[in-house]
C-alpha cells in the first residue's frame, strides 16, 4: 500500500509525476475534503509561502513530515511539529542563484525603469508621445542588505560586479571582509541608496523595514524584496511612497499574498513581481527533486536530506 500524502501546492508535473507514482496522492482543496481522509494522510507537500494553514495541521493525527518545496519555514508552525514530533524539510542552496538573480534583476527594472519601457514601446507611443522619464544609474550604488545569509551572500557577490560597496545587516558580524557590517538597520538604510531584504520571515523580523527606516533611505533611495512580505510595514511603505519620502520599491513578495494594494499597483515608482524569485525551469525542478527525495527517504526509515526538525 503506497503511504498517503496531501500536496497543497501544485508542484511541476514532473515532480507530481514523481509523487503519484510513489504515494496515493490527494490534492487540497479545503479542510472539508479532508474529513474522510485525514487520518491516513502521512505526508504533506507544500511550497515555502503557502506553507501549512494551522487548521490542515491539526485536522492530520497520523502526520509524519512536512517537506516545504521552499527555503522559508514562517508558513509552518514548527513549534508543534516538534511537539508532535513531525519532521520538517527545506529545500536550500538549490534556489539562492535565482532569488539573487530576481534582486539584481528588480534592482535593473526599478532604477532604470524597464517595465515602463517596455509599455511605452508594447502600445505604440515610441514616436509619438512623450518618452518615460530617465532613469537612475545602477552602476555603483550603495547596497543595504537585510539578512546575509545564503542568498543575502550571492545578492552581494553580483553587487560586486556592479562596483556596488556592499553593507549588510544581520543577528551578528560575520566578519565578512569584502562587506561593511552595520548593526543597526536605520544606519545601515541611511548610508545605503539600494535597500534589499534577504532576511527570513517569521515574527522575529515582522515588519522589521518600519516607516523610520524607510525614512532613512529617503526620497532617493530604493527598497527591494525577494524575501517576505512581513518584513515589510506594507501600509507604511504606501504612505512613504505616496508622500515621495522614498524613490521606489520593487517587491517579489506581500504582506497578504495574493492580495497586493491598489495604491502599490497604481504606482509608477513601483515594479511588482508575483512571488517568482525561484521560479525557473531549473530550479523549480532541483526544488521538487529535494522534496521528493526528503520524502522517500522518510518512509524508506533513511535520514533525510535537508531536515529543519
Ligand atoms: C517559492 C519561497 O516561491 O523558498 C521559499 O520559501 O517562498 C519560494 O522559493 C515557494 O516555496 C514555492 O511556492
Redesign the pocket.
Known amino acids: 500500500m503506497k503511504p498517503e500524502i496531501l500536496l497543497i ?1 501544485p508542484m511541476m508535473p514532473e515532480i507530481e509525476k514523481q509523487l503519484d507514482a510513489a504515494y496515493t496522492v490527494h490534492r487540497f482543496t479545503s479542510v472539508a475534503q479532508l474529513k474522510d481522509i485525514a487520518r491516513n494522510i502521512r505526508g504533506i507537500a507544500t ?4 506553507g501549512v494553514p494551522e487548521d490542515v495541521m491539526n485536522s492530520l493525527p497520523a502526520l509524519e513530515i512536512i517537506a ?5 519555514t514562517d508558513a509552518v508552525n514548527l513549534t508543534e511539529a516538534k511537539r508532535r514530533n513531525i519532521r520538517v524539510t527545506t ?1 536550500p542552496g538549490v ?1 539562492t542563484d535565482d ?1 539573487a538573480d530576481m534582486a539584481i534583476g528588480l534592482i535593473l527594472s526599478l532604477l532604470r525603469g524597464l517595465p515602463a519601457g517596455d509599455r511605452y514601446v508594447r502600445k505604440g507611443a515610441w514616436g509619438h508621445e512623450a518618452a518615460p522619464p530617465l532613469g537612475r544609474k545602477v552602476t555603483g550604488k550603495k547596497v543595504g542588505i537585510i539578512g546575509m545569509g545564503h542568498v543575502g551572500r550571492a545578492i552581494a557577490l553580483r553587487a560586486r560586479a556592479f562596483a556596488m560597496p556592499v553593507s549588510y545587516t544581520d543577528l551578528k558580524d560575520f566578519g565578512l571582509k569584502d562587506y561593511t557590517f552595520v548593526p543597526d538597520l536605520k544606519v545601515l538604510a541611511q548610508k545605503s541608496e539600494i535597500l534589499v531584504i534577504a532576511a527570513s520571515g517569521g515574527a522575529g523580523s515582522r515588519h522589521l523595514v518600519n516607516r523610520e527606516v524607510l525614512e532613512a533611505l529617503g526620497p532617493q533611495g530604493f527598497v527591494v524584496n525577494v524575501a517576505r512580505g512581513s518584513v515589510v510595514d506594507e501600509q507604511a511603505l504606501v504612505q512613504v511612497l505616496e508622500a515621495g519620502k522614498l524613490g521606489g520599491a520593487a517587491l517579489d513578495v506581500f504582506e497578504h499574498e495574493p492580495d497586493v494594494p491598489e495604491a502599490l499597483r497604481q504606482s509608477s515608482r513601483t515594479v511588482l513581481q508575483p ?1 517568482r ?3 525557473t525551469v531549473e530550479t523549480r525542478l532541483a526544488m521538487g527533486e529535494l522534496v521528493v527525495k526528503n520524502l522517500a527517504a522518510h518512509f524508506a526509515d533513511q535520514s533525510l536530506l535537508t531536515a529543519v526538525v
Open positions: 501546492e511550497g515555502g509561502g503557502t516545504i518545496n521552499g527555503i522559508g529545500t534556489l532569488v512571488h524569485a525561484s521560479a
